[in-house]
T-cell receptor, first 110, second 115 residues
């Protein structure tokens, strides 16, 4: 079982809709959770970080964490074509470096 | 100027050659990382360094070695390149302010092709 799992997609949503991206992780001791966005051929950039159960909102982005279910999600409201990218979920456990999922490709249709 | 730089940005080499990829950062961060990315496989950690004297293997370190010459510099070497090391390589840095934060900042990447 991979440590961090994501559906590879593509997830296709119409412009203005809510995009929901999901991630599960295997290590119950994981403490920090991150969502990165990566445009094709570019380096990843941090979108959101979350450390406690519940929701965390930043503009059009909301990260949701449920440690009991070992599940973290990213909601993108009012999706725009510029949101089309691959979204990488990353998890940190203890002193270790981040473990990344393989990413979900999001396509926002104009 | 970019905070995290990688050289070269593109490299084509032949099987068996020794290759060094270099990473420099001006962010003053202690922690530095090397990842490779293959299509559909996300980012895989090769090596990471929490300070100049603390270097750790990642999940795919075989065939690679690293050198942390200074706080600002972290080099990745392929001693004898093979075609399945063809990939996009990223360097990243982070500075833990409190245990949980550890936001990573990525360089622009090096596209390596081994023929």
């Amino acid at each position: 079982q991979k440590e961090v799992e994501q559906n590879s997609g593509p997830l296709s949503v119409p412009e203005g809709a809510i995009a929901s991206l999901n991630c599960t992780y295997s290590d119950r001791g994981s403490q920090s959770f991150f969502w990165y966005r990566q445009y094709s051929g570019k380096s990843p950039e941090l979108i959101m970080s979350i450390y406690s159960n519940g929701d965390k909102e930043d503009g059009r982005f909301t990260a949701q964490l449920n440690k009991a279910s070992q599940y973290v999600s990213l909601l993108i409201r009012d999706s725009q074509p510029s949101d089309s990218a691959t979204y990488l979920c990353a998890v940190r456990t203890g002193r270790r470096a981040l473990t990344f999922g393989s990413g979900t490709r999001l396509q926002v249709q104009p | 100027d970019a905070d995290v730089t990688q050289t070269p940005r593109n490299r084509i080499t032949k099987t068996g050659k020794r290759i060094m990829l270099e990473c420099s950062q001006t962010k003053g961060h202690d922690r530095m990382y090397w990842y490779r990315q293959d299509p559909g496989l996300g980012l895989q950690l090769i090596y990471y360094s929490f300070d100049v004297k603390d270097i750790n293997k990642g999940e795919i370190s075989d065939g690679y070695s690293v050198s942390r010459q200074a706080q600002a510099k972290f080099s990745l070497s392929l001693e004898s390149a093979i075609p399945n090391q063809t990939a996009l390589y990223f360097c990243a840095t982070s500075d833990t302010q409190g245990f949980s934060t550890d936001t990573q900042y990525f360089g622009p990447g090096t596209r390596l092709t081994v023929l």
